[in-house]
DNA sequence: TGTTAAATCGAGACAGTCTCAATATCTTTT
DNA sequence: AAAAGATATTGAGACTGTCTCGATTTAACA
């Protein structure tokens, strides 16, 4: 639950305030159990607010999930900069990686909409997708330079590959998530190379 | 568009008969245009007929995909078993996956419907998944068996990289999944080898 | 306490899913 | 060729959900 609240220009008034706050936790707690796709009806129901209520806070669905997810992403993309200092570029882009699937993984249905808001400008969510794939971007970047990383993957699929893998764990389970996530790391590993026997 | 039908038992009326076949064209351009999650009302209309209809017809979406995909994918099945005679394991894997990938994304949203009826042993199209990932079985045991393929690897492993592969077609382009399909299939060599320079 | 800007309310317009009793249509039988 | 019987279609209706906007309430501050 962030503390930062909705980027007010002036102090928002104190029911208001109190709405934003009640919104968020039962929009929380409702795409937790339902996904991303729970009623918005049913969370404006649950805060004990009429649904105009939170339109007015959250224009959008994507607004919603900016304002859950914003700081964690950015903290995210915050991680991904602290990693450039690891010792093993391959390792550290394996270690973000497997955060940002984690991240995604948050509700159901979400790494569809950060697919979606990463590529539509004019998502709430789009710069926090911005910054999450430009940290992406560094640690990739890095991993090339070392030679321990394809020089054909992008940014992209490096967001892409996260965020499939996030789907299927969302479709069957986390541990299926983190083999799929562990064969399509290695396969990032430069052609023509003998790769390690022990994939750490 | 099939010409299999609906299973009669006995013969269907011809009103009936001719309802189906224009329900399931609509749905198949439907599906083409608005992806898996298109309005079944607005089949119906297209259709000139009363959603009744359809839901008489087909009582689910999944019937209505298991009737408009079912042959294709039990031919993709059939395909699996013709590459069993490839000459090399790895490659026939390669380009059943990449025909596999080609079938899901079909119509967008269809992985998430493929994933979901895998699982789901009530889906009318559960049958038709697992055949596929039956099929896909064999390939990789095959691999396997060759010692071309991680061993860790499953035929779930295999069915939702494909269905993953799929997706992120779906949120991007073709060029992306291919390209992330490359990456995942060379990360399921075997740890511990050297691997070709070039990918084939 | 009165004023005013800010926020909330909730009905209403719309779209979609799915069901089922009434009705219509095809097929078969005589 | 008409009636009987089986089968299929209809479309209104009960839901649930999204989103908007004019009327109303409420907090903030002098």
Redesign the pocket.
Known sequence: MSTAGPA?R???????????ERLLTEAGAAFAERGT????????RRA??????????F???QALLEALLGDRMRALAGRAHELMDHPSPHEALLLWARAAVAHATAYRGLATSLMRAVEDETSELHAACRSVLDAGEHLLGRAQRAGVTREDATAADLYALVNSVAWAGEQTSAAQAERLLSFAMEGLRPLGTVRPARGR
């Open positions: 007010p002036r102090r928002m008034r104190a029911d208001a305030r109190r709405n934003y796709d729970a009623s918005l009806e049913d969370v404006a004990g607010v009429a649904n105009g209520t939170l339109y007015a806070h224009p959008t669905r």
